[in-house]
Structure formats: structure tokens, C-alpha cells
């Protein structure tokens, strides 16, 4: 399992206050992710452990690399409260070309997979009262993963912004999707 924590280095992400930067608070709930999982027996690496620039050809080329049994990204913004999960949404996929699938289109494979642990994932967050929103799009690198693979923003409003920055809230968030990765892991392969 590789949990990226998005943006990082001279990539800071959302400003979402004065001297809050996105890529602070991807890593933190990253890293409280990863314990989440470690701790109902789930292999988990983290893409980032530092405050390092990744670009998202590199992000993907990573994960493909290494036969992770689910990718999954950490973002936050705003405007918006709860939590919004993303699976891709594919053009009309292009045929394999021998071994070689087409970059813009990976994800093909796996998209079933992916789409079933975004709503397991929206069930858990809604069982702790978040509000959640399951969404489709054309996103990197969810597109170039062979993977299962999801992304998950946190959001807020510039009002509220501290709330993100909650140890609380980051941990009931991490908890929630570590429980839905561990209902889906025979579907996932995922390693202990």
C-alpha cells in the first residue's frame, strides 16, 4: 500500500491560512494513515517522508514500480467541509499495445477496484458524521496507476482552517480509511 502524501518541497499545494501549506497537513495525516494501517496488520509505505519535491509522472512511475495493492493520494482545500473522495474517470480507454498500456489510461484495469474501496471509504468517513462526497475525475496520477487508486481531499473553509490541523480529526479520518481498506483488502491483495 503507498499513501502519498501530495505536493511537498517547492510544491507547497493550497495556502489555506498564512503559513499553512496543503503539503504540512498531507503529511501528517499521511503519516497517521500509515500507523492506522501498520496497526490492523497492512503493509504501508509513505511516497514522501520529508518535505521533498515529487512531480506526478514520478508519483506514478513509483508506484507502478514497486506492484502497490492500493495507491492512495491525501490532499486538502477548500471551499467545502467533510471530505471529498476521488476515483478516476477514464476517456475512452486506448488498447494495450503488446504489454505496453497507454499512460493516460493505466488506471483501465483496476477502475472496478478503485471505485469499490472510494465507497467503503465514503461509508466509513460517513459513519464518524463527515460529511463526504464521492466524485469522478480526469486525475493525475490516478489515471497512470495500474493500481487501485484513490485520492482523498480534506476540506474546509477559510474560516474553519484549524479544524484540518486537528489531531482529532486527522486521526477519525485516518481510522475511517484504514477500516475501509482492511474490509477490502482480499479484493485488494493487500500484504501484511
Not at 42 to 62: V, W, Y
Not at 110 to 116: F, P
Request: positive net charge; charged residues 25%; aromatic residues 4%.
Amino acid at each position: 500500500m503507498l499513501i502519498d502524501p501530495s505536493h511537498g518541497g517547492d510544491d507547497k499545494g493550497a495556502v489555506l491560512a498564512p503559513k499553512i501549506f496543503e503539503k504540512d497537513l498531507t503529511l501528517s495525516l499521511a503519516r497517521l494513515l500509515r500507523k492506522e494501517l501498520e496497526e490492523r496488520g497492512i503493509s504501508a509505505r509513505l511516497l514522501r517522508d520529508s518535505d521533498t519535491t515529487i512531480s506526478l509522472e514520478h508519483r506514478a512511475e513509483l508506484c507502478n514500480q514497486q506492484h502497490e495493492a492500493l495507491y492512495i493520494a491525501l490532499h486538502a482545500a477548500e471551499p467545502g467541509r467533510g471530505v471529498r473522495v476521488y476515483s478516476s474517470i477514464l476517456a475512452a480507454p486506448q488498447p494495450a499495445v503488446g504489454s505496453f498500456l497507454p499512460w493516460e489510461s493505466a488506471q483501465s484495469g483496476a477502475l472496478a477496484r478503485s471505485n469499490a474501496v472510494a465507497r467503503s471509504i465514503s461509508r466509513e468517513l460517513q459513519k464518524r458524521d463527515f460529511k463526504t462526497l464521492e466524485l469522478q475525475a480526469f486525475l493525475r496520477p490516478l489515471n497512470n496507476i495500474v493500481a487501485p487508486a484513490i485520492a482523498l481531499e480534506m476540506a474546509t473553509d477559510r474560516a474553519d482552517v484549524k479544524s484540518l490541523l486537528n489531531s482529532k480529526v486527522q486521526s477519525a479520518v485516518a481510522a475511517a480509511v484504514a477500516s475501509a481498506v482492511e474490509q477490502n483488502r482480499e479484493r485488494l491483495g493487500a500484504r501484511r
